[in-house]
C-alpha cells in the first residue's frame, strides 16, 4: 500500500515563527503536492513539485514554499506564520501517468496563535 | 475559478437507501475523481473517470460523467452508516496535475 505520512497531526505555533511541515512517500512517486483545507472552500491547491527540485505554484502560494531535495520528500515552509495561516495542510502524491489518483497523507491541523 | 461544485452540500439517508452527490465543473478535463474524508483525516481515492468514458462502476458507486454538461454524479447504493463522511469530486486539466477540489458533498448515513 502506498503510504504518504505528514511529520505532524496537530501543531500550535506563534505569530511570525517560521514553520516547516514535512511529506514523505513511499512509493517513489514523481509527484507531490501540498493543500490546504478550510470548511466551506474545500482544497486549494498551494504548491506542487512532479519532480526533484522541481516546483509550480498552485492556486494559493503567497505566504509559502517549498522544498524538494529528495523524491520521496516534499517540505511546506511557512517563512512567518499568521493566523490566516490556520487550518488544515493535506499533502499528497501520484505517480507520473495522469490516469493515476492522488494519495494523501493523514493531514496536519496548524493553529496560529 | 475551474473549482467543483458539489451538490448538495450536506445529505441525510437512511441506511439502505442510496445517496446520490452531483458535480459541475467549468472548463474541459483530462479526468474526473471521486474522494472520500472521514472526518479530521485525509482523503482517500474511490473512483477515477476519463473524459472519454461516460459511465463507470466500483463496488456499490456509480459515477456518471456528462462532458457536455461539465457535470458527474456519484451514486453510492445501498448506503451504510460506515458511508457517513465527506465526499469530493475533483477535476484534473488537460494541462495535466493541477487539480481542483469541489467544496464537498457532506453525507450522513443514519443507521
Known amino acids: 500500500d502506498v503510504k504518504v505520512t505528514q511529520s505532524s497531526r496537530y501543531l500550535v505555533k506563534r505569530t511570525g515563527e517560521k514553520v516547516f511541515l514535512e511529506c514523505v512517500q513511499d512509493m517513489d512517486h514523481e509527484n507531490m503536492f501540498w493543500y490546504r483545507q478550510d470548511p466551506g472552500l474545500g482544497l486549494r491547491l498551494i504548491y506542487f513539485s512532479y519532480d526533484v527540485k522541481m516546483k509550480e505554484k498552485g492556486d494559493i502560494p503567497e505566504g509559502y514554499s517549498v522544498s524538494r531535495e529528495k523524491k520521496e520528500r516534499f517540505s511546506l515552509i511557512l517563512e512567518s506564520a499568521s493566523t490566516n495561516q490556520t487550518s488544515m495542510y493535506l499533502c499528497?502524491?501520484?505517480?507520473?501517468?495522469?490516469?493515476?489518483?492522488?494519495?494523501f497523507g493523514p493531514g496536519t491541523r496548524l493553529t496560529v496563535t | 475559478s475551474q473549482q467543483g461544485e458539489e451538490d448538495p452540500q450536506a445529505l441525510s439517508i437512511q441506511e439502505g437507501e442510496n445517496a446520490t452527490m452531483n458535480c459541475s465543473y467549468k472548463t474541459s478535463i483530462n479526468n474526473l475523481q471521486w474522494y472520500r474524508q472521514n472526518s479530521g483525516r485525509g482523503l482517500v481515492h474511490l473512483i477515477l473517470?476519463?473524459?472519454?468514458?461516460r459511465e463507470k462502476h466500483s463496488g456499490r458507486l456509480r459515477v456518471t460523467l456528462d462532458t457536455s454538461k461539465k457535470s458527474s454524479s456519484l451514486l453510492i447504493t445501498a448506503s451504510r452508516a460506515a458511508d457517513t463522511a465527506s465526499y469530493f469530486c475533483?477535476?484534473?486539466?488537460?494541462?495535466?496535475?493541477?487539480?481542483?477540489f469541489g467544496t464537498g458533498t457532506s453525507l450522513t448515513v443514519i443507521p
Open positions: 473517470i476519463r473524459s472519454n468514458e
Open positions: 475533483a477535476t484534473e486539466l488537460n494541462t495535466g496535475n493541477q487539480f481542483y
Open positions: 499528497a502524491s501520484r505517480g507520473r501517468a495522469t490516469i493515476y489518483e492522488q494519495y
